[in-house]
């Protein structure tokens, strides 16, 4: 059976079509994204603004005829941070059900790392050592802490690349004051997660966001590396830290420059980049892996295992 999942994000809408064989397995027939910036504007007043409402069920519209092409028998939506924080949110799911009869289900942030741990076990086998997943997302980041092939905390944060951004009004480029105060942020709102690393000894972030993929797209085309990404990358710290630096130190017209960095994630990425050098440091980890499968993943394989009904 051929299935479809759209992931609603703050910052970009997912698109996954895939064979599903129930108890059996899965082929993935394409696995696309769309930049919409769902949050761009109304963050700050918890409401999707009118330009990203309209362009939000545009482009799902858009998704579910790309999806048809494929003569898909189920389409299944879910929405993350900048709907379930949005007042307006019920009437963005009534909209898209009114154009396309399909409904999205309105993820909470539990249920959300829940899936994003499935997507990431995956993409990598035997999740044995204590690991910390990390899912920058535009509204929200999604932190879980896993072990044995379990999760054994899980917890999503208001500290989604977009939100910063609007709350923080950066300068271009960031002032190191702005970094600073982005860091004692951090360091207030992340005392859960503190609390739990003090429990377990984790050496390995696992990172499955955009923000993740473009760090390894911008490293991979610095050393000239055309191959594809796939679906899992280790990153060399070194490479890491010297392409942090780089960014905290770039203006925007710098960033539009930078091989491997897509436009939509221009104003974003140095916000990211703060984080995942903030969590790396704070918490001592020593290696970092990009996962490409994530939230939609996850739903993908609670199909092929017949935990959602096809």
Not at 154 to 181: H, V
Not at 192 to 217: H, M, R, W
Request: positive net charge.
């Amino acid at each position: 059976m051929t299935a479809a999942i759209i992931d609603c994000g703050t910052n970009t809408f997912n698109l996954l079509v895939a064979d599903i064989r129930v108890n059996e397995g899965y082929k993935i027939l394409l696995n696309t994204k769309i930049s919409v910036k769902l949050g761009e504007g109304g963050m700050t007043g918890n409401r999707i603004a009118k330009k990203p409402f309209e362009r939000g069920i545009k482009t799902f519209i858009e998704l579910v005829k790309i999806a048809k092409k494929y003569k898909v028998e189920s389409i299944h939506a879910f929405a993350t941070s900048a709907v379930r924080s949005s007042l307006n949110g019920p009437e963005f799911v009534k909209k898209i059900q009114e154009k396309t009869g399909i409904i999205t289900q309105v993820l909470n942030g539990d249920t959300e790392a829940q899936y994003i741990y499935k997507g990431v076990s995956l993409a990598l086998d035997n999740l044995l050592q204590p690991i910390l997943i990390m899912d920058i997302g535009g509204g929200s980041t999604e932190f879980i802490i896993a072990s044995e092939n379990q999760v054994l905390w899980k917890k999503s944060f208001d500290l989604g690349a977009a939100r910063l951004i609007q709350n923080f009004e950066p300068s271009d480029p960031l002032t190191s004051e702005q970094e600073k105060n982005l860091k004692e942020y951090f360091k207030e709102v992340l005392k859960p997660l503190n609390t739990q690393l003090k429990k377990y000894q984790v050496e390995t972030l696992i990172g499955c966001s955009g923000s993740f993929e473009s760090l390894a797209d911008m490293i991979k085309a610095e050393k000239d590396d055309n191959l594809p990404l796939g679906n899992t990358y280790n990153f060399n710290n070194e490479d890491f830290k010297n392409l942090h630096r780089r960014l905290i130190e770039s203006t925007e017209t710098e960033r539009k420059a930078m091989p491997g960095l897509v436009d939509y994630r221009v104003d974003t990425i140095v916000f990211a980049s703060i984080f995942i050098r903030y969590v790396m440091k704070r918490y001592k980890i020593k290696n970092m892996t990009y996962s490409g499968f994530a939230l939609k993943e996850g739903v993908l394989a609670d199909l092929f295992s017949g935990k959602i009904a096809l």
